[in-house]
């Protein structure tokens, strides 16, 4: 009996594996792949360890200027589906991934060991099916999760206006779009100000569950003319009360957002030139967000003594302009003005759900542009000059100015702003006000002390293709 369990068991074992065999025989002609990503060397001699740091102020991510940002990859495979009736039908059918990698605390490639590669971040941020003018249609849609964004201020890897980048599902109609996203479902750490997870003790044990999120988006593209368009926004959000069979009480809350972005096609001596000035109001639980982040419903503040958001609000105003003057000269700047409370009275600081103490409201503002100087195909000549000042609650302003000159190569021997790859060969020196210095308003004042000046130096590349 016992032998012919071990029969049994080995005929078990091989079909398995023949299965297995059939499941890993790739076959497929379907594909692309697509990469984006800045690494290099980073030297900040001011910092006794000499670790390249960002000279930025805190709470305000790449908001003047990302030359000095950290070492980050991606990877994007994605396979591409043919339809049956390949004759009479259109549909474009994609499923894409994003593999993201990032250093937590420090470098996350070369001569790593498995000591400091604990520090490496890897996350899953896009993975979703679309499928586009369906069956010859003007209607197309998608479900999973993917990096839901577009126009942004590329010298500050600043994402603006329409960041919805989530996990969720949504339908188009020729410029009509209509989405539902639900980003509970990737935060759920107690660094978030609104929470989205809670012990469930409905089986008499604590299990973690969430507090999901709803966000209802409506996008309408409009063409005027041949040279202008104009995006409208709106936004509805909800999380819904935890009140039973949970060891903390959480009423329900809501917000909304309501926005406007204006895209100007400019004519220049060479083609490529824009302007783009965009406003976005948004209230409630969907007044976010913070440090370089955009998305709504990344909730700014602190709640009022309900645990509610009412009366939270964010404002913004985003000016963006690209000058492409001639075969020698881009010239590239920005201005970026942010106001936000949270749902407390206070406007210095209140408690957060979690007892700490966090601020209430705070003022953002970045000033900046980059100017191109065309040298040749393959050398081109970046600079950048940036003013950031950021307050929170009754606090003294916080003051940057920082200036970068980098000269770069572009080995595609293209004439343009976006030509990449680069190789860049970075100098920088930031600037700061007493306020700045005096409580460590930097990445680089936090590992360098108090200090007027910042530096940094670094050799880079940064590259994309999709």
């Known amino acids: 009996m016992e032998h012919k369990n071990i029969v049994r068991c080995l005929v078990v074992l091989l079909a ?51 030359m000095d940002q950290g070492d980050y990859m991606d990877l994007l495979p994605a396979f591409h589906f043919t339809p049956v009736n390949t004759n009479k039908d259109s549909t474009v059918i994609d499923f894409q991934v994003r593999l993201a990698f990032y250093s937590g605390n420090s470098t996350f490639l070369g001569n790593v060991t498995s000591n400091n590669i604990n520090g490496l971040v890897v996350s899953l941020p896009e993975a979703f099916v679309e499928a586009r003018n369906i069956n010859g249609s003007d209607w197309s849609a998608w479900a999973g999760a993917r990096y839901m964004r577009y126009d942004d201020i590329h010298i500050a890897d600043y994402f603006y206006f329409d960041d919805h980048s989530a996990q969720g599902f949504g339908l188009q109609y020729k410029n009509t779009k209509l989405s539902m996203y639900f980003p509970a479902i990737i935060d759920t750490t107690s660094t978030s100000t609104t929470p989205y997870s809670y012990s469930n003790i409905i089986t008499g044990n604590e299990n973690l569950t969430y507090r999901q999120r709803e966000v209802l988006v409506l996008e309408q593209k409009l063409q005027i003319g041949t040279k202008n368009n104009v995006k409208l926004l709106a936004e ?37 030139s824009f302007n783009q000035f965009a ?55 920005y201005a970026v003005y942010i106001h936000s409370k949270g749902g407390s009275n206070s406007n210095h600081q209140a408690s957060s759900f979690y007892n700490t103490s966090i601020y209430n409201r705070k003022t953002d503002i970045a000033l900046g542009s980059r100017f191109i100087y065309y ?68 990445p680089f004042l936090v590992q360098a002390g108090k200090k007027q000046l910042g530096t940094y130096f670094g050799v880079r590349s940064e590259w994309w293709i999709f």
Not at 302 to 321: C, M, Q, R
Not at 378 to 393: N, P, V, W
Not at 403 to 418: K, N
């Open 16 to 66: 398995a594996t023949g299965c297995l065999h059939a499941q890993i025989t790739i076959t497929n002609k379907n594909f692309s792949f697509g990469t984006t990503g800045r690494i290099g060397f980073a030297y900040s001699p001011q910092i006794e360890g000499h670790t390249g740091r960002q000279l930025n102020l805190l709470g305000q991510g790449s908001l003047g200027g990302r």
């Open 236 to 272: 509805y959000h909800n999380v819904p009360e935890i009140s039973e069979n949970s060891t903390v009480d959480y009423p329900s809350d809501w917000g909304w957002v309501a926005g406007a972005k204006l895209n100007t096609s400019l004519q220049t001596q060479k083609k490529g």
């Open 279 to 333: 406003m976005r109001y948004g209230a409630g639980i969907a007044n976010g967000g913070d440090n370089g982040n955009t998305q709504t419903w990344r909730t700014y503040g602190a709640p009022d003594s309900n645990g509610v958001y009412k009366g939270a609000f964010s404002f913004t105003i985003v000016e963006h302009l690209l000058l492409n003057l001639s075969d020698r000269w881009s010239i590239n700047p």
């Open 375 to 442: 040298a040749s195909n393959t050398i081109h000549l970046l600079s950048e000059l940036h003013f950031t000042q950021r307050k929170d609650g009754y606090n003294p302003n916080a003051q940057m100015v920082k200036f970068t000159l980098a000269p770069t190569i572009a080995p595609t021997a293209e004439r343009s702003p976006w030509a990449r790859p680069h190789i860049r060969f970075i100098a920088s020196v930031a600037w700061y006000n007493d306020f700045a210095k005096n409580n460590f308003y930097s």
